[in-house]
């Protein structure tokens, strides 16, 4: 099976999720990405079920609105029963690289409010130390040189991200060359740097469920 086809069927597998457990009328939270925009497809056949969506980017609300599924500002909501999202990585203990699209401040707020985050992923994504794939931080534009040293401290080599600005008018800067022992811990220290708005590691808000794709067929994996 290709990758294609494997997110395929994770996407599919999310959407009989949220068929079978999703309250009628409820709220759905929506991430962002490739695996993400099969998933928003496949709940055509379950549209009329949903109350609306949030949206954790532009591209994901307009997906969603071309759908014909009502989005919702997140502020107008106080809890998610679902959100589904896909990774550029997750590890046994289900914290996750995300950002590789960029959208991870608008991620982690929606995750934050959701009751369960299942991740979406190809078996590709599933890795035994997060690390290997790019950790993307999202930084306020002045402070770019000044939390790239910090960064750089920490033990990475940071790249700001070409040509890229993101849905909150920030810049991203890619850390390379990290092996990340303790997710927890480097996600805390980086969020404590001054111009950095957020980063790509989800490791305090986990995901609760895997749907993995893989050649034989669709694992689910259950945070312990
Ligand atoms: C976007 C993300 C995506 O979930 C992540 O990059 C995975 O993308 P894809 O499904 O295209 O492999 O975090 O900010």
């Known amino acids: 099976m290709t990758q294609d086809?494997?997110?395929?069927?994770?996407?599919?597998?999310?959407?009989?999720?949220?068929?079978?457990?999703?309250?009628?009328g409820g709220m759905l939270g929506v991430g962002t990405g490739s695996t993400a925009n099969l998933f928003i497809d496949a709940l055509a056949?379950?549209?009329?079920?949903?109350?609306?969506?949030?949206?954790?980017?532009?591209?994901?609300?307009?997906?969603?609105?071309?759908?014909g599924i009502p989005?919702?500002?997140?502020?107008?909501?106080?809890?998610?029963?679902?959100?589904?999202?896909?990774?550029?990585?997750?590890?046994?203990?289900?914290?996750?690289?995300?950002?590789?699209?960029?959208?991870?401040?608008?991620?982690?707020?929606?995750?934050?409010?959701?009751?369960?985050?299942?991740c979406i992923a190809d078996a590709s994504k599933l890795v035994p130390v997060l690390g290997r794939f790019p950790l993307p931080v999202e930084v306020i534009?002045?402070?770019?040189?000044?939390?790239?040293?910090?960064?750089?401290?920490?033990?990475?080599?940071?790249?700001?991200?070409?040509?890229?600005?993101?849905?909150?008018?920030?810049?991203?800067?890619?850390?390379?060359?990290l092996a990340i022992a303790d997710p927890v811990g480097l996600e805390t220290a980086i969020n404590q740097i001054v111009g950095v708005v957020t980063n790509g590691l989800f490791a305090i808000r986990g995901a609760d469920i895997l749907l993995l794709g893989t050649p034989e067929g669709v694992r689910i994996r259950v945070r312990e």
Do not use: W
């Not at 959100?83 to 929606?110: F, H, Q, S």
């Not at 920490?154 to 800067?173: A, S």
């Open 141 to 177: 534009p002045m402070a770019v040189r000044q939390v790239s040293r910090a960064l750089a401290a920490l033990g990475g080599t940071p790249r700001v991200r070409e040509g890229f600005v993101t849905d909150n008018g920030n810049l991203i800067i890619d850390v390379h060359g």
């Open 5 to 24: 086809e494997l997110k395929q069927a994770v996407a599919e597998a999310a959407a009989d999720h949220v068929a079978r457990h999703l309250p009628e």
């Open 45 to 67: 056949p379950i549209k009329s079920r949903l109350g609306g969506a949030v949206a954790s980017s532009e591209a994901t609300r307009l997906r969603l609105e071309r759908q």
């Open 71 to 118: 989005v919702l500002d997140l502020n107008a909501v106080d809890r998610l029963p679902i959100y589904v999202d896909g990774a550029d990585e997750i590890d046994p203990g289900m914290n996750m690289i995300k950002g590789g699209g960029g959208a991870l401040t608008r991620e982690k707020i929606v995750a934050a409010v959701s009751d369960t985050f299942i």
